[in-house]
């Protein structure tokens, strides 16, 4: 069964000029402050909620229930760097040949990272989308290079 399209964000809609000319949302709803890192996230979520936090303020997309999303994403991107670490430790294939256990859990995080950044407007897509730059080095691009 089909499902249409994904809705385009009001703020994305507007830098496109409404092609269709389709009613919406005059503008992009505006985030207020009071979005907070959750204490319960590890070191790493945690400096992962500091990269990206002020980028999704600033585009307003950060208030206080915006949290729980942009908090997921930051423990996936955790949990996506200890499995890398882990399998970069032990190696791709055991002794017999088979496959690293944590490959699986690994491709089913890394979908679920791209659909959270996807659906945060973090993506390269999304911000080449609303011409959002990043202003800075990729985490993905840092992690290489470590």
Not at 14 to 43: F, I, K, Q
Not at 76 to 84: A, L, P, T, V
Not at 93 to 106: F, I, Q
Request: with cysteine.
């Amino acid at each position: 069964m089909a499902r249409g399209r994904k809705p385009i964000d009001a703020e994305l809609n507007s830098l496109r000029g409404n092609p269709g000319n389709r009613r919406g949302t005059d503008a992009a709803p505006v985030a207020g402050r009071g979005a907070r890192c959750p204490s319960w996230l590890d070191d790493t979520a945690r400096e992962e909620w500091k990269r990206v936090a002020p980028h999704l303020r600033r585009a307003g997309k950060l208030g206080p229930l915006d949290v729980p999303i942009v908090a997921a994403y930051c423990k996936c991107f955790s949990r996506w760097k200890q499995i890398e670490e882990q399998i970069d430790a032990e190696g791709l294939v055991n002794g017999e040949g088979k496959r690293h256990p944590l490959l699986g859990a690994l491709d089913q995080i890394i979908r679920q990272l791209r659909a959270l950044a996807s659906e945060l407007g973090i993506t390269p897509r999304t911000r080449a989308a609303s011409g959002d730059t990043g202003g800075e080095q990729d985490a993905f691009d840092k992690f290489m290079e470590e």
